[in-house]
């Protein structure tokens, strides 16, 4: 969608926090990409799940345009701070 022209405006571990973000952006008409990275994939398959706190096994992060990233992240920090 846009490969080098965006930045994040979340980065998280709280899909109830990413779930407003992605609705706030919606409601404002933003597009956005997200993603989804899982930290226990590897670490667990080798080691088991011994000291991993899994309230951060997986990290999501939201990126829009960069010609939107002013807008966006007042909007993210606005419904974050709302909470």
Not at 1 to 16: A, C, H, P, T
Not at 27 to 34: D, F, Q, S
Not at 62 to 82: F, I, M, P, T
């Amino acid at each position: 969608m846009f490969l080098f022209n965006k930045k994040d405006v979340y980065i998280g571990y709280s899909l109830e926090e990413l779930s407003k973000v992605r609705g706030v952006l919606e409601k404002e008409g933003i597009k956005y990409i997200y993603k989804m990275i899982n930290y226990s994939g590897t670490t667990r398959s080798k080691f088991g799940s011994f000291g991993i706190n899994m309230r951060y096994e997986k990290q999501y992060i939201v990126s829009v345009r960069k010609d939107d990233y002013e807008k966006a992240k007042y909007l993210v920090n606005s419904v974050l701070q709302a909470t």
